[in-house]
């Protein structure tokens, strides 16, 4: 009968703390305890929070990196147009180049050739100045054999009177003396040039 009583009283009791755990220890489901649910909440709203502020601020770094790459590209695009100018006119100043060394080319060669010949001329002035002492011998010796022969008809008065018929033949007979030994010092000369021409005109001169 005392064991029984015993019994009951141990089982009352383990009821009565099992009472006091359950209402001092809050229970494993959340649908439970009101207040849990709303700390819950309230600390997802802040994490919530905290990352919309920080994935703002990214997204805003990035669309200004974007604009930012959006700008270097055109950029880029307009340099590699006026690069791609550049080229075109390069190409064509190319070719003007070299269309002026040609002609530079040729006007330093038409340069020479006009050189060449004023040196050639050069010496063959020379050498007509060199073989005017040649030719004015010929020239002298006709003016003094004329000469002589005027001053001996005279001084012998082999010829007291003329016809005007004579001195007209003896002009004539003259001129073609003096054309013919014009003619052999061109001949002697090999080529006409105006030095002689003006050399053989001013003693032409001084025989008239």
């Known amino acids: 009968m005392s064991t029984d009583n015993t019994s009951d009283t141990d089982q009352l009791i383990h009821d009565e703390e099992a009472k006091k755990l359950t209402a001092v220890v809050p229970s494993n489901?959340?649908?439970?305890d009101p207040?849990?649910?709303?700390?819950?909440?309230?600390?997802?709203?802040?994490?919530?929070?905290?990352?919309?502020?920080?994935?703002?601020?990214?997204?805003?770094?990035?669309?200004?990196?974007?604009?930012?790459i959006q700008s270097i590209v055109q950029r880029v695009q307009e340099a590699e147009d006026r690069i791609e100018v550049t080229e075109t006119t390069c190409t064509a100043n190319e070719t003007k180049i070299q269309y002026l060394e040609k002609q530079i080319r040729d006007l330093t060669e038409q340069v020479d050739?006009?050189?060449?010949?004023?040196?050639?001329?050069?010496?063959?002035?020379?050498?007509?100045?060199?073989?005017?002492?040649?030719?004015?011998?010929?020239?002298?010796?006709?003016?003094?054999?004329?000469?002589?022969?005027?001053q001996k008809r005279r001084a012998f008065n082999e010829v007291k009177w003329m016809p005007a018929w004579m001195w007209c033949n003896l002009s004539v007979v003259m001129v073609w003396t003096w054309s013919y030994v014009c003619s052999v010092?061109?001949?002697?000369?090999?080529?006409?040039?105006?030095?002689?021409l003006q050399v053989t005109d001013l003693q032409y001169a001084d025989f008239q």
Do not use: G, W
Not at 118 to 140: E, Y
């Open 113 to 150: 050739d006009l050189e060449n010949p004023a040196s050639k001329r050069f010496t063959l002035n020379s050498k007509h100045a060199s073989s005017q002492d040649a030719v004015t011998p010929r020239i002298s010796f006709f003016n003094d054999y004329s000469v002589a022969v005027v």
């Open 29 to 32: 489901n959340p649908s439970t």
């Open 35 to 68: 207040h849990l649910m709303q700390a819950m909440k309230s600390m997802a709203d802040d994490i919530v929070a905290v990352i919309d502020a920080k994935i703002s601020t990214v997204l805003e770094a990035i669309d200004n990196q974007l604009s930012k």
């Open 185 to 196: 010092s061109l001949l002697h000369l090999e080529e006409t040039d105006c030095a002689v």
